[in-house]
């Protein structure tokens, strides 16, 4: 059985590929595939605004024509070959800029988005400038992140700006989150030649599978736990287990005993998990297509005995993000000579105000109409949740580094599953201050209370 | 490979036996091999790297800001290494 899930790693499967693709492969030259997701990137920066104005466009100045989207699209070509200036020029810069580079990227969204608290929505076209910058800014804060990074360590040099654009508008789909993170991470697993070419499509072609076969166990959790009625409802001949979701059971407790309301708790996890690796697996799948065998977004993090692991496999790119902006920097720099306070505090900037910070600028509707009330109503539970995660895994890694210096003991299987258990139990738990809907932390609490037998 | 950098590598191989994941091999790991992806450790244990750097070679990482690709392979941490402190044993 794990043989033939290894199948991208057998010898005689990528012979085959090779000898079946063996054409494309070798005309699928790194550079011309970089030239396929470049134009790929081109049309997605174009679509990309348009769809934004016209989701904006209720209250926003930015109409949502065609016209609009070529002038947006050219504004956020030049702000982004800027960026590329700057990077190139890193070493250049005054030394505040070369110190705090994210620090000021992050800065310049604030002070757009101070200014347009500040004006008039009558303002011109200076402002609709403002408003799309503000508008694509958190997409792009990440990538550009990345970018800068990569000039601090003078790897920007030799890069063309076109290449940028592969991660910067990513044609293989994404979130805030860069998948795949920047030209860097991208090159280092590019493929160089046919047969590394083949190993990457081949772990490629396993993901997109996977990602299907976890779409169809969606889709029975669906109509078997959840009650919704969809083909696998319907093939079950409407039987269902009728577990109320989550988000339903904290605006409505009384739906449900405490016993369904734990087994909820886990299949919310469980569901999670599933969507997670669905878009991840499709997403990485597509870059390996592309020849950049990147690892993967979800790896069994419902496999994780430490609440530390969970958290490096469950979303590997938003880790990512919180370890390369926030933990490392403040681990390097921070109680250097006192370890616990050390890792505390890097793990707090991470994983409780990083984690924060990135739901926040998520919310850039809300921010640039300055709506402060729904962003409270939004996120304030959401302060809990990253406080309950950051000590797990404050402790969960403090652990770990004690016990880092001893031989690990052989669990059994009983040992592993209890420590399993254990994370799940944890990740269930904290996951009730994390539902969308702007539910009020007392509610929630409340639900937490009643769920442990408390009220 | 000099004396030098090769009692570093000796060094090196056996703080990531202790911190390494069970049952993969780390002496046989080329000086090219990545350490993440051949499963050997996760993106996590470069903590434990910078902690060994810093109190091994005395590198000052506040000042130099972390490189994820300089912990990449064991080869690329010697030539970290060598950069930043040639002159220590």
């Known amino acids: 059985m794990i043989r033939l899930l290894q199948f991208h790693e057998n010898s005689k499967v990528i012979s085959g590929w090779l000898a079946l693709a063996g054409p494309a492969l070798k005309w699928l030259t790194p550079a011309r595939r970089r030239t396929i997701l470049i134009a790929g990137a081109l049309w997605i920066a174009l679509k990309r605004p348009l769809k934004q104005m016209t989701k904006a466009h209720v209250w926003s100045e930015v109409p949502p024509d065609l016209i609009t989207a070529i002038v947006v699209t050219i504004i956020i070509f030049a702000f982004l070959w800027f960026c590329y200036w700057l990077a190139l020029k890193f070493t250049s810069m005054p030394s505040f800029i070369r110190r705090n580079p994210q620090l000021c990227l992050h800065a310049f969204f604030w002070i757009i988005l101070v200014v347009l608290w500040n004006t008039s929505p009558e303002g011109g076209i200076w402002r609709v400038v403002l408003v799309v910058l503000a508008i694509n800014l958190p997409f792009l804060l990440w990538r550009l992140g990345y970018m800068l990074i990569s000039a601090k360590h003078n790897k920007v040099a030799g890069t063309r700006f076109w290449e940028h654009l592969m991660y910067l508008a990513p044609v293989y789909g994404g979130t805030n989150t860069p998948y795949g993170k920047g030209l860097d991470f991208l090159s280092r697993h590019e493929a160089k030649d046919e047969e590394a070419l083949a190993r990457s499509q081949l772990a490629g072609i396993k993901l997109l599978i996977l990602a299907v076969l976890w779409q169809g166990v969606r889709l029975i959790m669906d109509g078997l736990v959840f009650g919704i009625n969809n083909p696998a409802n319907q093939v079950l001949g409407g039987f269902t287990l009728a577990v109320p979701r989550l988000g339903q059971l904290l605006k409505q407790p009384e739906i449900a005993s405490i016993g369904t309301a734990w087994v909820s708790l886990y299949c919310e996890l469980i569901y999670n998990v599933l969507n997670l690796a669905v878009r991840g697996h499709q997403i990485i799948g597509i870059l390996r297509l592309s020849g950049f065998y990147v690892f993967r977004n979800t790896y069994k993090p419902l496999l994780a005995e430490t609440i530390v692991e969970f958290w490096n496999r469950y979303y590997y790119y938003f880790k990512e993000i919180m370890a390369d902006f926030f933990f490392f920097p403040t681990f390097v720099s921070w109680f250097r000579k006192h370890f616990v306070l050390r890792l505390f505090s890097a793990v707090f900037m991470a994983a409780f105000f990083g984690n924060m910070y990135y739901h926040l600028i998520r919310l850039k509707y809300q921010l640039i109409q300055a709506d402060f009330n729904a962003i409270w109503l939004t996120l304030h539970a959401r302060l809990f949740y990253c406080f309950l995660l950051s000590l797990g895994i404050f402790i969960s890694m403090l652990r770990e580094h004690r016990r880092g210096r001893k031989p690990r003991p052989r669990r059994g299987l009983m040992q592993r599953g209890l420590s399993i258990f254990g994370v799940w139990t944890f990740f269930a738990i904290i996951n009730i201050w994390n539902q969308k809907g702007g539910i009020p932390f007392v509610q929630v609490t409340k639900f937490f209370l009643r769920l442990i037998g408390i009220i | ?89």
């Open chain 2, 1 to 89: 490979m000099s004396e030098k950098r090769e009692q570093r590598r000796q060094g090196l191989v056996r703080f990531l036996r202790d911190i390494q994941k069970a049952g993969l091999p780390v002496d046989r790991l080329g000086d090219t091999d990545e350490l993440i992806a051949s499963g050997l450790i996760d993106s996590l244990a470069i903590l434990e790297i910078v902690l060994y750097l810093e109190q091994t070679y005395g590198i000052d990482f506040s000042v130099l800001g972390i490189d994820r690709d300089e912990f990449s392979t064991i080869g690329n941490i010697l030539d970290l290494i060598e950069r930043q402190k040639p002159e220590v044993n």
